[in-house]
């Protein structure tokens, strides 16, 4: 405070000017409550700390956190400092870039679940603030901009499919800098700043897909966050409900179908009212999943049932971020979930139609969705283990391996050691045994 040449007054007035630019109206300290913070040792809650941090950071000369002024327990991530404007937004996506190319470390950082429900809670319900209107000395951005952007997304995402998301995910943040410079310092209209920041909640999005593949679950969940903020400026309510359900794929993987259907329920709010039957099908797929591993079988069935009766892929253009969401990736996550019922409930009627849906995935998946290709493989190769067809299971794992073999996913390298650990049981058996091998050599046998 001192060497900032703040009083306990001007401090407050600066917090409360800076809240309400980012967002956040209802902060409004005055000189007694920092008086508090100083005397007292009271933490204030989030955001003031990053807020705080930033303000005696300027003033100082150099980068302070939360943690320097001595409230560790009052540090913030990006995504829940965040308010939902378009400055705010681009500036926390600016300091998630900055912190993930720096190599800080995520996971003091990650956001409690709890925590990312209540920030995205009204993401469908609020109108968006109004975009910036005028800059000085920005450059101007047209829509020719703005499908350059689109353009490199698409490359990004299609590396991803091929390569995973450890290959590139420091490249895609790197390109993500670019474009948040571009949407802060920029000059564009109404229709093309919406463009634009439809295009960010795209990359973003992608971003935050490729830290999940690579195992950084924190990063993703900040990524996929920020990029529903960008998506709900764009006035992109399909795109909000596919990055919300990446999001619930991030928690259904790390064991939390809570939160994962929670964030299921916050999509299919959104698109109520819009016509994607595709990304609805998606989403019912989703909700059968994470109500399965919750051991809710009628909702599960229920949610299959919308699944495939509202899918329909001829019905509008499906946009590049939902492409994914074709009949192989329908019969993929169908039939996982029927192969989980079969287990968890001991109902073996669930395996013939499980079995069938992922061989018809595998069969169906197109040739450069490489990672999903090794997914419906290793899924077969569990639903053979659990039909007691060996030679069916080996068979198709052997595919998922040679798949397998030049991707960087920690997603990839997770199925492989289930897998393992599934074969177990059967390792006496010689062509078994001979899988186990090679299981052992892709780094699948456990630690």
Same mark, same amino acid.
């Given at each position: 405070?001192?060497?900032?040449?703040?009083?306990?007054?001007?401090?407050?007035?600066?917090?409360?000017?800076?809240?309400?630019?980012?967002?956040?109206?209802?902060?409004?300290?005055?000189?007694?409550?920092?008086?508090?913070?100083?005397?007292?040792?009271?933490?204030?809650?989030?955001? =003031?700390?990053?807020?705080?941090?930033?303000?005696?950071?300027?003033?100082?000369?150099?980068?302070?956190?939360?943690?320097?002024?001595?409230?560790?327990?009052?540090?913030?991530?990006?995504?829940?400092?965040?308010?939902?404007?378009?400055?705010?937004?681009?500036?926390?996506?600016?300091?998630?870039?900055?912190?993930?190319?720096?190599?800080? @470390?995520?996971?003091? @950082?990650?956001?409690?679940?709890?925590?990312?429900?209540?920030? &995205?809670?009204?993401?469908?319900?609020?109108?968006?603030?109004?975009?910036?209107?005028?800059?000085?000395?920005?450059?101007?951005?047209?829509?020719?901009? =703005?499908?350059?952007?689109?353009?490199?997304?698409? =490359?990004?995402?299609? &590396?991803?499919?091929?390569?995973?998301?450890?290959?590139?995910?420091?490249?895609?943040?790197?390109?993500?800098?670019?474009?948040?410079?571009?949407?802060?310092?920029?000059?564009?209209?109404?229709? =093309?700043?919406?463009?634009?920041?439809?295009?960010?909640?795209?990359?973003?999005?992608?971003?935050?897909?490729?830290?999940?593949?690579?195992?950084?679950?924190?990063?993703?969940?900040?990524?996929?966050?920020?990029?529903?903020?960008?998506?709900?400026?764009?006035?992109?309510?399909?795109?909000?409900?596919?990055?919300?359900?990446?999001?619930?794929?991030?928690?259904?993987?790390?064991?939390?179908?809570?939160?994962?259907?929670?964030?299921?329920?916050?999509?299919?709010?959104?698109?109520?009212?819009?016509?994607?039957?595709?990304?609805?099908?998606?989403?019912?797929?989703?909700?059968?999943?994470?109500?399965?591993?919750?051991?809710?079988?009628?909702?599960?069935?229920?949610?299959?049932?919308?699944?495939?009766?509202?899918?329909?892929?001829?019905?509008?253009?499906?946009?590049?971020?939902?492409?994914? &969401?074709?009949?192989?990736?329908?019969?993929? @996550?169908?039939?996982?979930?029927?192969?989980?019922?079969?287990?968890?409930?001991?109902?073996?009627?669930?395996?013939?139609?499980?079995?069938?849906?992922?061989?018809?995935?595998?069969?169906?998946?197109?040739?450069?969705?490489?990672?999903?290709?090794?997914?419906?493989?290793?899924?077969?190769?569990?639903?053979?283990?659990?039909?007691?067809?060996?030679?069916?299971?080996?068979?198709?794992?052997?595919?998922? &391996?040679?798949?397998?073999?030049?991707?960087?996913?920690?997603?990839?390298?997770?199925?492989?050691?289930?897998?393992?650990?599934?074969?177990?049981?059967?390792?006496?058996?010689?062509?078994?045994?001979?899988?186990?091998?090679?299981?052992?050599?892709?780094?699948?046998?456990?630690?």
């Amino acid at each position: 405070m001192d060497a900032a040449g703040y009083t306990a007054y001007a401090l407050a007035a600066e917090v409360a000017d800076l809240a309400g630019q980012r967002g956040h109206p209802q902060v409004r300290p005055d000189g007694s409550r920092v008086g508090h913070w100083l005397r007292d040792g009271e933490r204030p809650r989030p955001p =003031v700390p990053e807020l705080v941090a930033d303000l005696l950071s300027d003033r100082v000369g150099r980068r302070l956190s939360p943690a320097d002024l001595g409230w560790e327990d009052g540090v913030v991530t990006p995504l829940t400092a965040a308010g939902w404007g378009a400055e705010p937004t681009a500036a926390a996506l600016g300091r998630l870039i900055d912190a993930d190319l720096r190599g800080a @470390t995520s996971g003091e @950082t990650e956001v409690a679940a709890g925590e990312l429900l209540a920030h &995205l809670q009204t993401w469908a319900i609020d109108a968006p603030a109004p975009l910036p209107t005028r800059r000085e000395g920005g450059r101007r951005i047209g829509s020719s901009d =703005v499908r350059r952007i689109e353009q490199v997304t698409d =490359v990004f995402r299609a &590396l991803d499919n091929r390569q995973g998301g450890g290959a590139s995910r420091l490249a895609v943040a790197g390109q993500l800098a670019d474009v948040v410079a571009v949407a802060r310092d920029g000059i564009y209209t109404d229709r =093309v700043g919406a463009e634009l920041f439809r295009a960010l909640g795209d990359l973003a999005g992608v971003a935050g897909w490729m830290a999940h593949d690579a195992g950084c679950y924190p990063r993703a969940v900040e990524y996929l966050g920020l990029a529903v903020h960008a998506a709900r400026l764009g006035g992109d309510r399909p795109l909000g409900a596919h990055l919300l359900q990446c999001l619930a794929r991030v928690y259904g993987y790390r064991g939390d179908p809570d939160t994962a259907r929670e964030c299921i329920d916050l999509a299919l709010y959104g698109v109520r009212r819009e016509r994607v039957p595709v990304v609805r099908a998606g989403l019912h797929a989703l909700a059968g999943r994470f109500a399965a591993m919750l051991g809710q079988e009628r909702d599960t069935l229920e949610a299959l049932a919308r699944a495939l009766g509202e899918f329909d892929p001829g019905a509008g253009t499906v946009p590049p971020y939902a492409a994914y &969401l074709d009949q192989a990736e329908l019969s993929s @996550t169908v039939g996982e979930v029927r192969l989980f019922l079969a287990r968890s409930t001991g109902d073996r009627a669930h395996l013939g139609p499980a079995v069938e849906l992922l061989r018809t995935a595998a069969e169906l998946r197109a040739e450069e969705r490489i990672r999903s290709r090794v997914f419906d493989w290793i899924g077969l190769a569990r639903g053979w283990f659990a039909a007691g067809d060996l030679d069916g299971a080996c068979a198709a794992a052997d595919q998922a &391996l040679r798949l397998a073999g030049g991707l960087d996913s920690a997603r990839v390298a997770g199925r492989l050691r289930d897998l393992e650990r599934e074969s177990r049981p059967y390792q006496a058996q010689a062509p078994v045994a001979e899988l186990r091998e090679r299981l052992a050599a892709a780094g699948a046998s456990p630690s």
